[in-house]
Every structure is written in structure tokens, then in C-alpha cells.
């Protein structure tokens, strides 16, 4: 049990389920919403989480509306930020005021935010944590948690690559998480460009077609899209310097190499198809948020990976395209359809 003054800015899919499994496991936190109906239901019934094994609620020690912050006269040692990246910079102004002397923000959102938030509050303030589990929320109060239980569900790491003590105390308090596992990282950068490839093959794709996130490896157009899309995202990010850390169990280096070789193909197709399971039976943020109506992460995922090969004069094709579908279905100008792919250059 940790003494010190947690936040968890963001109750989202992500913000919810680590607010539900903390609460759960007696660690006091305080959730912060921008969302009314979500923070009344979690103050009158809790976090209800849903997960593949089972089902379970709890009550997480405060909940506050945004506007409840400025009264409550507290101070956190540690905020978990679980925003989308778009609302990245306003949020990081927003809990500025609120950060002990000492504090920090965990970032537990998509893509790679770590800069943006070192620019409001310093990189001393600033550590990440990589998400590896699914979770979709639909209603006010209910997480579905939808990875299995031995799926390992966060890898901590500071931007420094040291792994210092907070670090080691932010892998304890994570630990809560799921059925645990939580690992400390010396590659935090590695770590993010591999989940920014996972982000970039999955929630494009998803948004673009209607396929679940397993779905996006199963459906034979989509296996091969997602093959193409990692290859652009892995060649970005290694001409950046980035040892890019294995991507769902494929060397990343196996990626751009099946482009061209095509027993690499078969091999990294393979290894796709098979581990469809431990992707989890939900869908990707992005294509929830689709179903919602609200604001899609495209930009800041695929968008991303176009903007940092640009900066080192690499192409980046098959993410622009797929970008573009994406944002042409949230804006109603297509319907998801698989055959949206066939609008890809070959």
C-alpha cells in the first residue's frame, strides 16, 4: 500500500479500469472526469468492471467533476494521465496547479505524449507507462476489460531509460492491475513505438472496416494491411534511433524485411493469426470512439508516424491513406466497409 496522494486524470476505458482495479484493492485515488454522468454514477455505485473471468465493483475514495478540483484543496504526488493525446497539452495545464512538490504524471494514453507533457510541466515531471491491455466503456460507470487475465497490462519506464525508484513505485501500485505482471522498462522509447505500431496497424484498420480488433488480424486484406502499415512505422521510427522493442511478439525488424521477402511474410502472418486470442474479443479506442461520435486519435497515431518521417525523409504511404479513411468515416463521408482497403496504393 502506497501513502502517497493519488489522481487518475481521465476515466475513461483506460482511467476507469485502473481506478476500478485500485479501488478494489484498497488503494485510496481520486478519479477526475470531464465526463458529468460518469463521475455521478462512480460516486453513487462505483466503478463497475467487467472483465472475460468475471465481474466486480468498487468504490474509488473520491470522484470529482472538473470544476470540483479547484475546491477540494488537495495535492497529488501522482496523476495518471488517461486523456486522449489530443487533450494532452490543455489537461497537463489543468493539473499543473494540483501537482505536489515532488509530483508527477504518468502518461497511460496512445501514441507518444511524453514530450508534449514535459513542455507544460518539465520531463522531472514525467513518466510513462505503456497500456497492453484492451478495455471499452459504453456507459457511465462500466469498464469492459477485455483482455484475458494473464495478459500483462502496463510496462513503466522513465524518458531517461533509468530505472529509478519511482518508477519501481509506480510498477507496485500497477500491480493491482489485472492479475499483475507490470514490468519496469530501460527502452521506454522502444516501448512506445512498439505500441504506437500495435495503435497504428489496429485502430485505423478497425475504424476504416468495422473490424473488431482480433478481427484486424484474422480477415486475410486487413492481416496483410496491418503488415504494411507496422513496416512504414517500424522504418520511421529506426531511422530516429529507436530500438524498437518486439511488436506482438514479432521482431520489429521482421516487418519492413516482409515487404519484400515473402517467406518473412508468411512467417509474420503466422505469428499474427495466432496470437488474434490475446488481443481481447473488444475494439480498438479508435472505433469506439467512432461509435460514439466523438473525436478519433488518427492524427496522433498514423498521423504521428507520417509527421516523424517527414522529419527524416521517409514516405510514409500506406499510414496516410489509411488516416485519410479513417477521418472520411468519422466525418460520414464513408461507411465502414472492408472494401475501403482496395482505396490503399498498392
Known amino acids: 500500500m502506497t501513502d502517497k496522494r493519488i489522481a487518475i486524470l481521465g476515466a475513461g476505458a483506460i482511467g476507469g479500469?485502473?481506478?476500478?482495479?485500485?479501488?478494489r484493492a484498497g488503494v485510496p485515488v481520486t478519479v477526475i472526469d470531464m465526463w458529468p454522468e460518469n463521475i455521478e454514477m462512480i460516486r453513487t455505485n462505483g466503478v463497475k468492471i467487467t472483465t472475460i473471468e468475471d465481474e466486480f465493483v468498487a468504490s474509488p475514495a473520491i470522484a470529482l467533476h472538473m470544476s470540483d478540483v479547484s475546491t477540494s484543496g488537495e495535492l497529488y504526488d501522482i496523476v495518471f494521465l488517461a486523456v486522449k493525446s489530443y487533450d494532452t497539452n490543455w489537461a497537463c495545464h489543468f493539473i499543473k496547479p494540483y501537482l505536489a512538490p515532488g509530483g508527477f504524471v504518468v502518461s497511460t494514453q496512445n501514441s507518444i505524449n511524453e514530450d508534449a507533457i514535459a513542455n507544460v510541466l518539465g520531463w522531472t515531471r514525467v513518466v510513462g507507462a505503456v497500456v497492453t491491455f484492451g478495455a471499452g466503456i459504453y456507459a457511465p460507470g462500466h469498464v469492459t476489460f477485455t483482455s484475458p487475465r494473464e495478459r500483462t497490462p502496463f510496462v513503466v519506464g522513465e524518458p531517461s531509460g533509468l530505472v529509478t525508484s519511482r518508477v519501481k513505485e509506480v510498477v507496485s501500485i500497477l500491480e493491482n492491475i489485472s492479475g499483475g505482471g507490470v514490468t519496469a522498462t530501460t527502452n521506454l522509447w522502444g516501448q512506445r513505438w512498439?505500441?504506437?505500431?500495435?495503435n497504428s496497424m489496429a485502430n485505423a484498420l478497425a475504424g476504416a472496416t468495422g473490424l473488431k480488433s482480433a478481427e484486424t488480424r484474422e480477415v486475410p486484406e486487413a492481416l496483410r494491411m496491418c503488415i504494411r502499415i507496422a513496416a512504414e512505422v517500424v522504418s520511421v521510427g529506426t531511422a530516429?534511433?529507436?530500438?524498437?522493442?518486439p511488436i506482438t511478439g514479432v521482431d520489429a525488424e521482421l516487418y519492413p524485411q516482409a515487404i519484400t521477402d515473402g517467406a518473412a511474410m508468411e512467417d509474420?502472418?503466422?505469428?499474427?493469426?495466432?496470437?488474434a486470442r490475446?488481443?481481447?474479443?473488444?475494439?480498438?479506442?479508435?472505433?469506439?470512439?467512432?461509435?460514439?461520435?466523438?473525436?478519433i486519435e488518427v492524427d496522433y497515431l498514423n498521423g504521428y508516424v507520417a509527421a516523424k518521417g517527414a522529419e527524416v525523409g521517409i514516405a510514409t504511404p500506406v499510414n496516410d491513406a489509411i488516416r485519410g479513411l479513417a477521418n472520411r468515416v468519422a466525418s460520414g463521408e464513408l461507411a465502414q466497409s472492408i472494401d475501403n482497403l482496395s482505396q490503399i496504393p498498392q
Do not use: N, T
Not at 17 to 23: D, R, S, T
Not at 240 to 245: E, F, L, P, Y
Not at 268 to 275: A, C, D, H, Q, T
Open 194 to 198: 512498439s505500441k504506437l505500431c500495435v
Open 268 to 275: 509474420v502472418e503466422g505469428i499474427l493469426r495466432s496470437g
Open 240 to 245: 530516429h534511433g529507436v530500438a524498437i522493442d
Open 278 to 295: 490475446q488481443v481481447g474479443v473488444g475494439r480498438p479506442s479508435l472505433a469506439q470512439d467512432l461509435m460514439k461520435g466523438r473525436r
Open 17 to 23: 479500469a485502473i481506478a476500478g482495479f485500485l479501488a
